[in-house]
């Protein structure tokens, strides 16, 4: 009897094991998903994939990019280096896709994807077209791959853009400013249609 009961008491022993450790895994499932449900700690949405187009000139300008937010942190010259190729959003690479040739500065540039990448500076930025568009950040990125390098000017504003922003502002007929809005930091470059 005793042996009877002793069995029964270690087969309970091992079924609340089994369920407790169950449990414990499910929970650790539960913390990796709300984790890759793209919210922080704080419950503010991490980077998030953004896009945005534009007919111009007889054909589209679409830029694919993930959006990171500020949520107190310091972005430049911290979050972001000074200095440093830059991938311009988070985790990919952004992207910008022309449906014709265009031009970016005094670079004509063939119909295409490319990535956008920039070099933050204190007083002045650099904006890269690379041809190199499918990569991690700028885990990949190489030089010798730019199809364009322009400089331009950072336009301090006021007001805080909160979220990684990418606007196609039209200025012409078959030209347009590729605007880049984040924190208190605007840039623009131009881009022209070729006809």
């Not at 499918?134 to 390098?149: G, L, M, N």
């Amino acid at each position: 009897m005793n042996y009877s009961i002793s069995r029964r008491l270690c087969f309970l022993f091992i079924t609340l094991s089994l369920i407790v450790a169950c449990s414990d895994s499910a929970t650790k499932k539960d913390e990796v998903n709300a984790d890759s449900t793209g919210m922080s700690k704080d419950n503010s949405p991490k980077s998030i994939p953004s896009e945005t187009k534009k007919w111009v000139g007889n054909t589209n300008i679409t830029i694919n990019y993930t959006a990171p937010a500020v949520r107190g942190r310091v972005i430049w010259g911290e979050l972001v280096p000074y200095d440093k190729v830059w991938v311009t959003g988070a985790h990919m690479a952004t992207t910008l896709e022309v449906g014709k040739d265009f031009k970016v500065g005094d670079k004509i540039i063939p119909a295409g994807k490319y990535a956008i990448f920039t070099i933050p500076g204190k007083e002045e930025w650099t904006i890269i077209l690379n041809k190199n568009w499918d990569q991690h950040q700028a885990d990949e990125y190489s030089a010798t791959e730019d199809v364009v390098r322009i400089k331009v000017k950072p336009e301090l504003t006021e007001q805080i853009t909160e979220r990684l922003n990418y606007t196609i502002d039209q200025t012409g007929e078959g030209s347009a400013n590729i605007i880049i809005s984040w924190e208190k930091i605007r840039l623009a470059f131009g881009i022209a249609i070729m006809q």
